[in-house]
């Protein structure tokens, strides 16, 4: 019970803390169409930034059903080819299950009733239609332009869910690995340049509170914890600082791959499913070696790689056929236009969905961890 009293203190303290950042509203553009230069400082200085009301309820709506299909389509064990009903799983790779063991690994109670849960969807552009149109989102992608200039490129996308008083935790990390200075400092100078890691984008169809969302730790993204033999904290500790990123259905939280961030197990009444997307500075991107941990069909893998200009732009691909993909969905809509280059056909049909699924081939095959 004690501990129950201490993790509501701290949520609602993490809660008021998070308020008082000053950095979350709605999307808000200058004459130029560059996002509010108060935006961009916040989202400099704290390391992350919460959008209000980019999605409108038919999105959500969308988002939700489709999201829901392929949860049910999950298989019920690690490695298990059918689903709950019996019917065969379409993309049986492509979920993470957490089952007893992975609890324990993190010192965290096993609480569900089945033998395992699915803690992440990774690649949903592929799955989910809803998924490919919100990539081609045109606010999110001017704001993108915003940060990481015209030509920005992709990252990786994945969905985290975070079922009723079961959801796994995600570990405290910081996920960029690679534009680090000798002492463990950010080359991402406070202004937003220079080389860097990107962003994590949290598009959530769900209420996010303090008890199942991603927390921050804000400020975090100026130096790497790994530096010198550093390790991340355990998931088990409450670090003081961290605020949660709560979020509204059609919220999208902008996280600095940088920063310190993790969730502790959803314990509460309220799932989370949040879609993580996110684009890089080209030059960041474009020569840089490094190890990729996301072009595979899970987590769990690593290969050592150095970024060619054909494989940015085979992958970069993506943005224009997602713009497509929401044209044809929303023909009211002024489309996003893509300044980057790219490779391949940028249109949206049947070929398409046929070429970025072909097995050995699929769009995720590259993409871009840094
Ligand atoms: O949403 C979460 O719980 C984790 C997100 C995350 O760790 C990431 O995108 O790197």
Same mark, same amino acid.
């Given at each position: 019970m004690a501990d129950e009293d201490d993790w509501i203190a701290y949520c609602e303290d993490g809660q008021r803390r998070a308020l008082e @950042?000053?950095?979350?509203g709605p999307m808000r553009f200058d004459a130029n169409g560059r996002l509010a230069q108060d935006i961009l400082d916040a989202y400099r200085e704290n390391g992350f930034y919460v959008f209000e009301g980019v999605l409108e309820q038919a999105e959500i709506d969308d988002l939700t059903t489709e999201f829901d299909e392929v949860l049910a389509n999950a298989?019920?064990?690690?490695?298990? @080819?059918?689903?709950?009903?019996g019917q065969r799983t !379409?993309?049986?790779?492509?979920y993470s299950l957490s089952d007893r063991s992975d609890f324990e690994k993190l010192g965290v109670p096993w609480q569900a009733a089945t033998n395992a849960i699915v803690g992440l969807i990774s690649h949903p552009l592929m799955m989910m239609d809803s998924a490919l149109r919100v990539y081609g989102h045109p606010e999110i992608l001017k704001m993108v332009a915003s940060v990481h200039g015209d030509d920005f490129v992709p990252f990786h996308e994945s969905i985290f869910h975070k079922g009723v008083g079961e959801g796994p935790p995600t570990a405290w990390h910081?996920?960029?690995? !690679?534009? *680090?200075?000798?002492?463990?400092?950010?080359?991402?100078? =406070?202004?937003?340049?220079?080389k860097r890691h990107g962003f994590n984008l949290s598009v959530s169809w769900s209420t996010c509170t303090p008890e199942n969302s991603l927390w921050v730790v804000p400020g975090?993204?100026?130096? *790497?914890?790994?530096?010198?033999?550093g390790k991340f904290p355990p998931i !088990?500790?409450?670090? =003081?600082?961290a605020v949660p990123m709560m979020l509204a259905p059609g919220d999208c939280g902008m996280v600095n791959r940088s920063s310190l961030h993790g969730s502790y197990s959803n314990r509460s009444d309220e799932r989370r499913v949040t879609m993580v997307l996110g684009f890089h500075n080209r030059d960041s991107a474009i020569g840089t070696s490094t190890t990729n941990v996301?072009?595979?069909?899970?987590?769990g893998k690593i290969k050592r790689i150095t970024y060619s200009r054909e494989y940015v732009e085979k992958r970069s691909r993506m943005i224009p056929v997602a713009i497509d993909a929401r044209r044809q969905r929303y023909p009211h809509e002024t489309p996003y236009e893509y300044q980057g280059a790219y490779l391949g056909k940028g249109e949206w049909d049947d070929q398409v969905r046929a070429e970025i699924a072909? =097995?050995?081939?699929?769009? *995720?095959?590259?993409d871009i961890t840094l």
């Open positions: @950042l000053g950095n979350r298989p019920t064990e690690k490695g298990g @080819l059918t689903d709950a009903q !379409t993309f049986p790779g492509y910081q996920d960029g690995r !690679t534009h *680090w200075d000798e002492e463990g400092r950010a080359l991402e100078t =406070p202004d937003g340049q220079g975090s993204h100026r130096s *790497w914890r790994l530096h010198d033999g !088990t500790e409450r670090i =003081p600082e996301h072009a595979f069909q899970r987590p072909q =097995p050995g081939d699929e769009y *995720w095959q590259r």
